[in-house]
């Protein structure tokens, strides 16, 4: 035999034995050693039924539903305004200011706004530092005068260029980030008098 006819033979036992991989529609369903819920019968979205009435597989909700965690009744929850649509200077009924509030706004601000405004809030996060527009400081006085709930707000709702999180965010952790921003705020600035002696003792802050 020809080096060339070998050669053509197994060109041809390959494209006979791969062939069929490549391609091919079949109208059988997959080999399924193992059974699971794959296999239940179901309605996929959208899909029509002829069980109701009005040809749909799902009922539509009833008016008035609301999908889990958008509920935004509560507007001084859910955006720190009032019923006049005005910002408000306290934290919601029944949230208290404490430590452990603190501690979560600043889990939470490390994630989701030190990219851009930076641990200390001074605005010069990384997603700045690559040409994003520049955040203003929290430390300047027009954002120190701003009510905590102009500072939920800008969360909720976004403010210009800055997107808003309230997808992302809760509105509770929406509130403890706020309070933590309030914090960052006194700490730029602050004075030796504000310091509890005892921490300012450990610290040797005189
Ligand atoms: C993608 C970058 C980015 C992230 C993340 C981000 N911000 Fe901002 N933020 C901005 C920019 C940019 C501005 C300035 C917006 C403008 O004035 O156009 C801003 C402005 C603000 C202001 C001032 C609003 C005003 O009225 O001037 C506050 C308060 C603020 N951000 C809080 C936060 C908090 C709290 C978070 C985290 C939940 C956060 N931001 C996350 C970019 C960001």
């Not at 929290?138 to 707000?153: C, H, K, L, W």
């Not at 509770?172 to 960052?184: M, P, Q, S, T």
Request: aromatic share 8%.
């Amino acid at each position: 035999m020809s080096r060339f006819f070998k050669g053509t033979l197994v060109a041809l036992a390959a494209a006979a034995t791969l062939g069929g991989c490549r391609g091919q529609v079949s109208d059988k369903p997959p080999l399924h050693p193992n059974k699971n819920m794959d296999q239940v019968r179901r309605y996929d979205a959208q899909e029509p039924s002829a069980f109701f009435a009005d040809g749909r597989s799902s009922r539509i909700p009833v008016a008035g539903t609301v999908a889990v965690g958008e509920l935004r009744e509560d507007t001084v929850l859910a955006a720190g305004v009032d019923q006049a649509g005005d910002f408000v200077s306290s934290l919601p009924d029944g949230m208290k200011l404490d430590a452990a509030l603190l501690d979560r706004g600043q889990d939470r601000y490390d994630i989701f706004c030190s990219p851009c405004h930076d641990k200390a809030g001074t605005g010069n996060g990384i997603v700045k530092q690559r040409g994003f527009v520049p955040p203003p400081d929290f430390s300047q006085d027009r954002v120190r005068e701003f009510p905590v709930g102009q500072i939920t707000n800008a969360i909720a709702e976004g403010v210009r260029t800055m997107p808003p999180y309230a997808a992302q965010i809760p509105a509770n952790d929406r509130w403890a980030i706020a309070a933590y921003v309030r914090a960052l705020q006194i700490s730029q600035g602050a004075s030796l008098a504000q310091v509890p002696a005892d921490v300012a003792g450990k610290q040797g802050w005189k």
